[in-house]
């Protein structure tokens, strides 16, 4: 089974950018849509967006400053995010949509001045 590995958070000033990777040990292809989501201290995991092979899907909250990206020649679903806000705070997971793996880790996205 292809497993998802993410990586790229930091601490960063709000009005920040940061760019996080989701890079598949496999064919990313094979997993087709991926899922980036966040879980912030003391609540639920929350969607953020999805790409798919034709389309891309993005939370309310992140329309317009949010980009989710794939490269398949190398594995890897991006996540760019511009104007980053301080309830941007969270850790960050990606996934495949429809054939979930157990979570990893994460990254961490921290964004304060």
């Known amino acids: 089974q292809v497993q998802l590995v993410e990586s790229g958070g930091g601490l960063v000033q709000p009005g920040g950018s940061l760019r996080l990777s989701c890079a598949a040990s496999?064919?990313?292809?094979?997993?087709?849509?991926v899922g980036w989501y966040r879980q912030a201290p003391g609540k639920e995991r929350e969607w953020v967006a999805t790409i798919s092979t034709f389309r891309t899907n993005y939370a309310d909250s992140v329309k317009g400053r949010f980009t989710i990206s794939r490269d398949n020649a190398k594995n890897t679903v991006y996540l760019q995010m511009n104007s980053l806000k301080p309830e941007d705070t969270a850790v960050y997971f990606c996934n495949s949509v429809y054939l979930p793996r157990p979570w990893g880790q994460g990254t961490q996205v921290t964004v304060s001045s």
């Open positions: 496999g064919s990313i292809v094979s997993i087709n849509t």
